[in-house]
């Protein structure tokens, strides 16, 4: 199993710079902005210039992943547009716009019509998933909704796009509602890995991603998470193919690691017997905050966020910049009636549940580390699970242990995240280094090893804070607590191998030297 290698393969284009031939390499799952930036630091324009691209008899290319490939005999040419250009271009464009809404205003109900019609085909679908009904009610169902579509695109003019995929400008992909059944394929679980999904060992690396998302779906029903919120289970589906499409493509932080720590989360009320401790509200917002916990994320932490003024950093007052972003797509998602997995949960349950997802993926901001883990070891000797301040202080704390869990995982496992986290940091630290930002010395590809990059992590922060958690949960110890314990010992001995060759090679390189001098 497991993604298919030409799904990853990279695009490249040739550019002339200056009369210099530039190879420009990109994913072709980059959203149009992000390849914009690359043109304009491969072309020696200031980011954020508005462009345009042409071949070499002058044709313009479009800017986005499906770009036709070019060789070095046949180079594009990034050319930055005058002020001119750009205010004659957005005059006409908002004047046609205007004239569009204007007509459409009065032409169309377009908000009772869309009212309409969501409720008209929620109540279909709902029949055709729950109720079973016979062939001759499905295909009348299914001439139903086909007639109601035909009808939106008639009098609508079509479906329109909803903006849920996010990135700094707001013009990347977007997430269009699904009004058909989800096509992702219905994996039916083994008994083997039904139980090995409830344990910390589980492998996520023998997954492709729709049986990742089949995997996600089985949880909310097994944990019984549909029928408390009444959900409509092709709703569930859609959502999760929202949330998926909303993970981006980054080494690191990408829909792998949302499914990750999900099933870690998922893991951990198992072998916690949260079931017997918490409410099944509990149970929903951890998992639906596990999920939702790094939507959109766009490979680059706070620190950069911040220190490079991004809109978000702008947006957000510096505060938890990217956190905050992630929770916002999420309910951007959500607000969608085919996305809503909450439709049936009363107002004010609903904000209930909102406000403490929002509690728990804003704690995942590692600058709140110290705060959080203080506050539960404070509570932990007395713990009341009556007490709401120190049930939410603890889904806090269990949000953070699934998101920084995979050294809980065996070595085979755990390992290639590693090396997936420092790609990420090191993309991140080179481009501080182009923009003449600080760099963190853990960033750093010139500095940083892998055994330095965990030791301390692990040791400083992993396992005191699952130490903690252990005080409440003594079962833990063997399954999660122990394997931190080995991974860092691990890692020492790594270390102490990588000294022992760095003196080694120090002290022939000084042997050299001396020898070198002697001879002259």
């Known amino acids: 199993m497991g993604s298919s290698p030409s799904s990853y393969a990279p ?6 710079v200056d009369g210099k031939i530039q190879k420009v390499v990109f994913s072709r799952h980059c959203s149009p902005c992000d390849i914009k930036e690359l043109l304009c630091s491969s072309s020696n324009i200031p980011r954020n210039s508005a462009i345009m691209m042409v071949d070499p008899e002058g044709a313009m290319v479009s800017i986005d992943p499906t770009m036709p490939p070019n060789s070095p005999n046949t180079l594009y040419k990034v050319v930055p547009l005058s002020t001119g250009q750009l205010g004659e271009k957005e005059d006409m464009f908002q004047n046609v716009l205007s004239q569009v809404a204007e007509q459409f205003s009065r032409a169309f109900r377009i908000n009772e019509l869309k009212t309409e019609v969501t409720n008209r085909l929620a109540m279909l679908e709902k029949r055709v998933e729950l109720e079973g009904l016979k062939v001759v009610e499905i295909e009348k169902c299914k001439n139903d909704l086909k007639k109601l579509r035909d009808e939106m695109t008639s009098r609508v003019g079509g479906r329109v796009n909803c903006p849920c995929k996010y990135n700094f400008s707001d013009d990347g992909k ?3 509602p699904r009004r058909d059944v989800p096509s ?7 008994q083997e890995t039904i139980e090995a999904l409830k344990k910390p060992t589980f492998d996520v690396w023998h997954w492709e991603h729709n049986e990742m998302l089949s995997c996600l779906e ?5 944990l019984g998470l549909v029928k408390e919120f009444n959900m409509n289970p092709i709703t569930l589906k859609r959502w999760l193919l929202g949330i998926q499409e909303n993970y981006r493509s980054n080494p690191f932080h990408n829909f792998r690691h949302c499914f990750c720590v999900s099933q870690m989360m ?3 009320i198992h072998l916690c017997n949260l079931q017997e401790k918490l409410t099944l509200t509990d149970m929903g917002i951890l998992m639906t905050a596990a999920v939702c916990h790094d939507l959109d994320h766009p490979g680059y932490n706070n620190t950069y966020q911040i220190n490079a003024r991004t809109e978000l950093a702008v947006r957000y007052n510096d505060i938890s910049p990217l956190e905050n972003h992630h929770c916002a797509v999420a309910f951007q998602i959500l607000s969608l009636p085919e996305c809503n997995i909450f439709a049936n949960v009363d107002l004010e349950a609903f904000k209930q549940i909102r406000q403490a997802i929002i509690t728990l993926i804003l704690a995942t901001d590692m600058a709140r580390h110290g705060e959080i883990l203080e506050s539960f070891k404070q509570k932990v000797d007395s713990f009341d699970y009556a007490n709401e301040e120190h049930v939410t202080c603890l889904k806090m704390v269990l949000i953070k242990c699934c998101d920084i869990s995979n050294e809980v995982r065996p070595t ?8 997936c986290l420092l790609e990420e940091y090191f993309m991140q630290s080179d481009r501080e280094k182009c923009e003449g930002l600080p760099v963190a010395p853990f960033m750093d590809r010139d500095k940083v090893t892998k055994p330095t990059a965990q030791i301390g992590f692990i040791k400083f922060v992993l396992i005191p804070m699952f130490e903690t958690v252990m ?3 003594p079962q833990i110890e063997e399954i999660m607590v122990q394997p931190l314990r080995d991974s860092r010992d691990h890692y020492e001995e790594l270390k102490q191998i990588d000294d022992a060759m760095t003196e080694e090679a120090q002290k022939k390189k000084t042997e ?7 001879k002259k």
């Open 11 to 16: 695009k490249t284009i040739y550019l002339n």
């Open 174 to 176: 977007k997430l269009t």
């Open 184 to 190: 992702y394929p219905k994996y039916t679980l083994s």
């Open 218 to 222: 089985y949880m909310y029903h097994d």
């Open 266 to 268: 998922y893991g951990m």
């Open 412 to 419: 085979e496992v755990a390992e290639p995240w590693v090396d």
């Open 471 to 473: 005080k409440l949960f």
């Open 512 to 518: 050299n030297m001396s020898l070198g001098g002697k």
